[in-house]
Each structure stands twice: as C-alpha cells, then as structure tokens.
C-alpha cells in the first residue's frame, strides 16, 4: 500500500514500534522539497532534534546549511531525513532492531519521494542503505547505481564538529552531488 505524506507523519507520530517511541520528546519526520532530486539520509534525531521534531537544527544542521550554499545548494532543493525517527539516549549508535522498526518509513518516504540521488550523511547510514562494511574514511564520494538511483556517502555533519579539518573533503563530496544533480 502507498501512504501519503500525511499518512506517514501520523504512522511516526504515533509509532511504539520500538523502545525509542516511549523515551523521546519528538519524532523526528524528514523534512524538505516533496519533490526533490537529492534525498540525504542520516541515522538518527539528536538531541535538539528530539526537542523541536525537526532533522538537522543547532551545530550540525548550521555546518549543512554551510555545506549545501558552498556548492551551490539549498535546503529548499533537497529533502532529509533519519533511519531512526526519535532520538537513541545518550547519542549513542542505533540499535538493529531500532533500524529495522524505523526502516519501513523511510523506506515509504523514498517511494513517494523517488529521488535520483541518496546521499548517506555517516557510516551508519552508509552501512545500512549502501553496504554493510562500508568504510566512510576509504569509500566516502564514491558512487554506486542502484534502481535508477546515484548513491553515495559522506562524513556526517557532526564528524566537522569533531574534526574541523573534514570540512573541505565533505564539501568536495557536496560539489561533486550538486554536479551530478545539475547532470540530471
């Protein structure tokens, strides 16, 4: 069965397919052009996310924005969204059986959206759209061809918090997307 955006929102809203559903504040739906070419996909909600409901606010969310206007892109153009749809206590890494209760979603909101490029935003979510051994240091802006879809992957925002110094190698990555989404 096919849902609607709407239906989606409410199945997250009020989902208690896994433990997470009784702990967070705020289930995070993706966000962004309904139509867009780019979908980026992270692992999960932070903590500020958890608050207001929304992907990608505070620190990481402000290095994205940084990120996308560099090479050229916006908000606007692109839609983003999480494996997980609440936010894991303590940061910490999903649990399999949280992606696996939270992938049914996602996988909804890429069947309505049907973008022509998947961009992973960390290993987590590279290991769990693309490969399962994917290493983000060696095979980050790579690409692979899947179902008429460009993927490939990149350093999670937060990585730049951690390490500044990633900042040029993710914005090559966010060049080399835009280029391809200018080619389509």
Sequence with gaps: ?????????QHIEAC???PLGQTRKRPVM????????????????????????????????????RLLHDCGLTREEIYI????KCHPPGNRDPKEEEKE??????????????PKIIVCLGRVAA?????PDFKITRQHGTWIYRKN????????P????????????VKRDFCEIAQKQAGL
């Design 1 to 9: 069965m096919q849902y609607t955006w709407t239906e989606i929102e």
């Design 16 to 18: 208690t397919r896994c």
């Design 30 to 65: 993706g966000r962004g052009n309904h139509q867009a070419q780019i979908m980026l996909i992270a692992e999960a909600p932070g903590g500020q996310e958890d608050q207001q409901g929304i992907p990608f606010v505070g620190s990481s969310g402000e290095i994205l924005d």
């Design 81 to 84: 969204t999480n494996i997980l």
């Design 101 to 114: 209760a939270c992938i049914p979603y996602l996988k909804c909101e890429t069947l309505l959206l049907k």
């Design 127 to 131: 290991q769990r759209i693309i490969l």
């Design 149 to 156: 879809c460009a993927l490939t992957a990149t350093y999670h």
């Design 158 to 169: 937060s990585a730049i918090l951690r390490d500044p110094s990633k900042y040029e190698v």
